[in-house]
């Protein structure tokens, strides 16, 4: 009469492989299952008492932005210049000197034009996973170490990117589902095209609070999927994505 997890990331098969299976103790922590070379946790497996799993929710947390800048480094933003941040970094080459990249960054993020030919203008790429603070490393050893879904949405709070739909399943009986990330606000737009940088009518404003994304928990069928499938329904406010897999 207790729940069954199974977890199947489908991601395809390469050597080395993404995967590397591990079981991990010390002090609290006492996990086992599958986890990402280098990384210190489980990112797919159980513990005595909840097992997890993930899929990806696909959101659309990705968007570019056409800037203005000019000769001195500087990019306009609602009618004023503001100084754009360099930062050099310097790429070892084997057997060849350093190559170094002068990294710009507006507001909006890094430049990828300046690495990317035919783009035609600045283009400025913000991503949730490159905000200056990520604490999706302390999420994980948080689920590691937790002890029922009190516990288990507790960590999934500080879960940053990517945004993952969480399946979740403990010896009490208790199946759960949340889909954890910083899933942004738009000023305006939907992010499908790029959008004028400088008038700040697109910017992200936030993020979705937690109490608001997508999760369950013992819903009345008795069983949860996911599969990269759409999450929520039409009538559901924030925009995740415009692109699902097949249900």
Do not use: C
């Given at each position: 009469g207790k729940p069954l997890l199974a977890n199947d990331p489908h991601l395809g098969a390469r050597i080395p492989s993404i995967w590397y299976l591990a079981h991990i103790t010390g002090g609290k922590l006492?996990?086992?299952?599958?986890?990402?070379?280098?990384?210190?946790?489980?990112v797919i497996g159980?513990?005595?008492?909840?097992?997890?799993?993930?899929?990806?929710?696909?959101?659309?947390?990705?968007?570019?932005?056409?800037?203005?800048?000019?000769?001195?480094?500087?990019?306009?933003?609602?009618?004023?210049?503001?100084?754009?941040?360099?930062?050099?970094?310097?790429?070892?080459?084997?057997?060849?000197?350093?190559?170094?990249l002068q990294v710009r960054v507006s507001r909006h993020g890094p430049l990828i034009s300046d690495v990317i030919d035919g783009t035609g203008q600045?283009?400025?790429?913000?991503?949730?996973?490159?905000?200056?603070?990520?604490?999706?490393?302390?999420?994980?050893?948080?689920?590691?170490?937790?002890?029922?879904?009190?516990?288990?949405?507790?960590?999934?709070?500080?879960?940053?990117?990517?945004?993952?739909?969480?399946?979740?399943?403990?010896?009490?009986g208790n199946i759960g589902y949340y889909a954890p990330g910083k899933l942004p606000i738009r000023a305006g737009g939907d992010g499908r095209a790029p959008a004028e940088g400088w008038t700040g009518a697109n910017d992200w404003t936030g993020y979705v609070p937690f109490a608001e994304l997508p999760h369950a928990f013992n819903p009345p069928q008795g069983y949860i999927a996911t599969a990269n499938n759409k999450v929520v329904a039409d009538s559901y406010p924030p925009l995740i994505s415009n692109d699902w897999a097949a249900p």
């Amino acid at each position: 009469g207790k729940p069954l997890l199974a977890n199947d990331p489908h991601l395809g098969a390469r050597i080395p492989s993404i995967w590397y299976l591990a079981h991990i103790t010390g002090g609290k922590l006492d996990a086992i299952g599958a986890t990402l070379p280098g990384l210190p946790g489980i990112v797919i497996g159980h513990n005595q008492r909840v097992a997890w799993g993930v899929t990806n929710t696909g959101p659309d947390v990705q968007d570019l932005f056409v800037e203005h800048v000019n000769d001195q480094n500087q990019v306009e933003y609602k009618g004023a210049w503001e100084p754009l941040e360099i930062i050099p970094e310097t790429i070892k080459v084997k057997g060849q000197p350093d190559v170094t990249l002068q990294v710009r960054v507006s507001r909006h993020g890094p430049l990828i034009s300046d690495v990317i030919d035919g783009t035609g203008q600045p283009l400025a790429f913000r991503w949730t996973a490159l905000d200056p603070e990520d604490r999706t490393f302390e999420a994980f050893l948080s689920i590691d170490m937790a002890q029922s879904w009190d516990e288990f949405t507790g960590a999934l709070q500080v879960y940053g990117a990517p945004m993952q739909n969480f399946v979740y399943a403990d010896v009490d009986g208790n199946i759960g589902y949340y889909a954890p990330g910083k899933l942004p606000i738009r000023a305006g737009g939907d992010g499908r095209a790029p959008a004028e940088g400088w008038t700040g009518a697109n910017d992200w404003t936030g993020y979705v609070p937690f109490a608001e994304l997508p999760h369950a928990f013992n819903p009345p069928q008795g069983y949860i999927a996911t599969a990269n499938n759409k999450v929520v329904a039409d009538s559901y406010p924030p925009l995740i994505s415009n692109d699902w897999a097949a249900p």
